[in-house]
């Protein structure tokens, strides 16, 4: 009798060798892959949460809510200055390095101890800007490789949802933890011991990436069916709704910073109570995601996360006050927290192995961009409290209802595939060149002999 799965089972989670039916080793593969990937990525991230408390002063990592609006405009510009440099050279090379992604996170993550050391030598001379510039590239290169990782320590699709999910319950919980002997570090001794402990973490980081299997490498160019799923409509649209939905998270994030300001007293523990609730909401979309995916798919799960930051923005204007705005930063980070989950899981789908460094770093460029225009709004125009948030709801609606228009038009993946095998079908012959073929009667029959020529009388 064969084996039958008797509960869902998880890219992290596997029966034994003796519930299958197979041998010990056989089933532990998929587990040792993806702990590898998980064990790797918690190093990387408590690295970058220690750097982030190291330089917390910083203009590049700091936003303080009384700070001039010419400040935040600057932080913005930082933000998303290293993704012109991901879109158009650091994804082809995470899909055509020699060593494939495994390489390039190994790369990375000795990099990142380099300028962590280096860093703490120069954290008060202007060669900080450089450095900490460089260390932003390299953060996002590993998170494009990462998720282009995923796909091959997975067995099937509908795992891809639950392993990104636990990737990020693993970020969040490993960037809190970090953060706790970091901040003591950082009160103690001062950012240059809080830079060491962060490269002893990356160092931690690059002793698990050399233990990540090996993955699939392109040493060409993009082929035009590589193109054509890139520019395909379903992932375009899916693409377009997070982009809004980083908008949203973007624009409630300096809505509130400088509505709050304008509160009287508190308002820095009142924005540092929204970022807090904020991330526990996209602790919260991780976690959720993966039994959501269970049930519907992942264009659904975009469509529940577009509608929730609309609905949450209506009431959220329609009542205003403090508790409403917080309210919906967090159930609008939740959102994209849901939907990022599903659009990952959607171009790991859809696209071929060898394109997923070219798509992801592509769409993430497109994400930042979102965030930080969307931000620029309310950095130059002071908007009231209820009307930011009928604005972050408006952002969030506009993004769901042409979502829904364009999923109605887009082909189903069942009518793609039958087009595709019908292309590849001969086609039939002229009818100038075709032969009737005998019947099967006509082949059966017997061969009937001429009649003889009729006699002549003398």
């Not at 190291?54 to 203009?59: E, K, T, Y």
């Not at 403090?322 to 171009?347: H, K, T």
Request: no cysteine.
């Amino acid at each position: 009798m064969g084996w039958s799965p008797v509960r869902s089972i998880g890219p992290v989670e596997r029966l034994s060798g003796a519930a299958s039916g197979r041998s010990p080793a056989a089933a532990t593969v998929p587990v040792s892959k993806f702990r590898r990937l998980a064990t790797t990525h918690a190093a990387m991230i408590g690295g970058d949460a220690a750097m982030i408390v190291a330089l917390a002063d910083s203009l590049f990592f700091s936003i303080d809510p009384g700070a001039a609006r010419g400040k935040v405009l600057l932080f913005l510009v930082i933000s998303f200055a290293p993704f012109l440099v991901i879109a158009p050279l650091v994804g082809p090379v995470i899909d055509r390095a020699a060593g494939g992604r495994r390489l390039v996170i190994q790369i990375v993550a000795a990099l990142r101890i380099v300028l962590s050391l280096l860093i703490a030598s120069y954290v008060d001379s202007l060669a900080l800007f450089p450095l900490v510039f460089s260390a932003l590239v390299l953060q996002k290169t590993y998170t494009v490789s990462k998720s282009a990782l995923v796909p091959s320590v997975v067995r099937s699709e509908s795992e891809l949802v639950e392993a990104n999910s636990k990737l990020g319950l693993i970020a969040g919980l490993v960037g809190f933890v970090a953060v706790i002997p970091a901040a003591l570090l950082q009160v103690t001794s001062g950012p240059t011991a809080t830079l060491v402990y962060s490269a002893l973490l990356f160092g931690a980081g690059l002793l698990a990436a050399s233990r990540l299997a090996h993955d699939r490498v392109v040493n060409t160019a993009p082929t035009p069916s590589q193109q054509l799923r890139l520019r395909a409509s379903g992932l375009q649209l899916a693409g377009v709704a997070m982009m809004m939905l980083r908008g949203a998270v973007g624009f409630m994030f300096f809505h509130l910073a400088f509505w709050l300001r304008d509160q009287g007293d508190g308002s820095t523990k009142l924005f540092g109570l929204a970022v807090g609730l904020s991330a526990f909401g996209v602790m919260a979309g991780n976690a959720i995601a993966p039994r959501l995916r269970k049930v519907v798919s992942e264009e659904v799960m975009i469509i529940g996360a577009l509608s929730l930051g609309t609905i949450v923005g209506v009431v959220a204007a329609l009542l205003g006050g403090v508790p409403a705005g917080i309210a919906l930063a967090v159930a609008v980070n939740m959102s994209a927290s849901v939907g990022r989950l599903g659009f990952e899981a959607i171009v790991q789908r859809e696209m071929p192995a060898a394109g997923h460094g070219r798509a992801f770093a592509l769409f993430e460029t497109r994400f930042q961009l979102g965030w930080a225009a969307a931000g620029l709004i309310p950095v130059i125009v002071a908007i009231p409290g209820q009307i930011g948030f009928l604005l972050a709801s408006v952002i969030t609606g506009v993004a769901l209802i042409n979502y829904l228009a364009g999923v109605r038009s887009v082909p189903s993946r069942v009518t793609n595939a039958r087009n595709a095998v019908a292309k590849r079908l001969p086609r039939r012959l002229p009818t100038r060149s075709r032969r009737r073929a005998p019947s099967r009667a006509s082949r059966r029959a017997p061969a009937v002999p001429p009649p003889p020529p009729p006699r002549r009388h003398t």
